[in-house]
């Protein structure tokens, strides 16, 4: 098993990283980071320089590219400035990123958890509301129950007719009679009114 080599909270380390196991740092790096396991960077830690690895879970402050051969995961907090590159990236809430972020290759076999050591920040808890009972249908009388549904007739087509314009007529005066309108070369016959 690959051992684990610990930047402690407090150290500043000026120059560039490269080593075969896995790394967690605490303090703070001025350099590039480039290991063949996994790096975790702590909530206090800070790195500014390229970090790659296997597995990177990021909690602390990166200025720099982050190129993961299995995944990127950034925690609650983690403030990145530039790109992430990897099968599987995670961005956790919280999270800031000002970069690009592209997934790229091909996920290795799934292996153990990332470095422990990295505080993790608990899901927040949600609460659910209990289902309301449900409704027992009210009873139907034994009447009601028997009686057919009444069927609602279906509305009559259209009648293709001329709309009528709407009846202006007061109800206090009498209707206008209806004239029959005659040619100009028809003449109409005069009728004898007799009087009685």
């Known amino acids: 098993m690959p051992s684990t080599s610990i930047i402690a909270q407090g150290t500043v380390v000026r120059g560039n990283i490269r080593g075969s196991g896995s790394i967690e740092i605490r303090g703070r790096v001025h350099g590039d980071v480039e290991v063949d396991g996994d790096v975790a960077l702590g909530e206090q830690g800070g790195v500014e320089g390229n970090i790659r690895g296997a597995q990177l879970v990021i909690a602390g402050q990166v200025a720099g590219d982050l190129q993961g051969a299995e995944a990127v995961l950034l ?24 970069g690009r972020v ?42 009601a129950a028997a009686a057919p549904a009444p069927v609602a007739a279906a509305p009559a087509p259209a009648s293709p007719e ?16 209806v004239v029959p309108a005659l040619g100009k070369s028809v003449r109409g016959k005069k009728k004898k009114v007799s009087r009685a």
């Open 162 to 177: 001329r709309k009528k314009a709407p009846d202006t007529r007061s109800a206090d005066r009498p209707p206008a009679p």
């Open 75 to 98: 925690e609650r907090g983690a403030r990145v400035v530039g790109d992430l590159t990897a099968p599987r990236i995670g961005v956790a809430e919280g999270a800031l990123v000002r």
């Open 102 to 143: 592209r997934t790229e290759g091909e996920p290795a076999a799934p292996r153990r958890a990332a470095v422990a050591a990295v505080r993790r920040v608990p899901e927040p808890v949600r609460l659910e509301r209990p289902a309301p009972p449900p409704v027992a249908p009210a009873p139907v009388p034994a009447k």
